[in-house]
C-alpha cells in the first residue's frame, strides 16, 4: 500500500508539472501542442498515435498501480511488489 501512495503521490507531481505548465503556457499564447500539426500522410499518423499515447499512458500507469501488476512487453502479467 505504501508503494500504491508513493507511486501515485510521484505520478501526480510529475503530470501535474507537465500538463500544468502546457496549461499555462496556452494562457500566455505559447502553443506547446505542436505533435501532428501540418503534417499529412505516414507523419500525421504517426504523430497523431504519437499523441494520443501521450495522454493515454498517466491513466495506464495508475491502473497498473491500483492493480499492483507489471503489463510485461510479452503480456505476461507478473506480481512485482507483492
Not at 1 to 19: E, K, P, S
Request: net charge positive; with cysteine.
Amino acid at each position: 500500500m505504501l508503494f500504491q501512495v508513493t507511486a501515485i503521490i510521484l505520478l501526480l507531481v510529475f503530470y501535474g508539472c507537465y500538463f500544468g505548465k502546457m496549461f499555462l503556457q496556452k494562457r500566455q499564447g505559447i502553443q506547446t501542442d505542436q505533435i501532428g500539426k501540418g503534417k499529412t500522410g505516414t507523419a500525421k499518423v504517426i504523430e497523431t498515435l504519437m499523441k494520443i499515447t501521450t495522454i493515454l499512458v498517466p491513466l495506464v500507469e495508475v491502473i497498473c498501480i491500483i492493480k499492483e501488476k507489471y503489463y510485461g512487453i510479452l503480456g505476461g502479467i507478473y506480481d512485482e511488489f507483492r
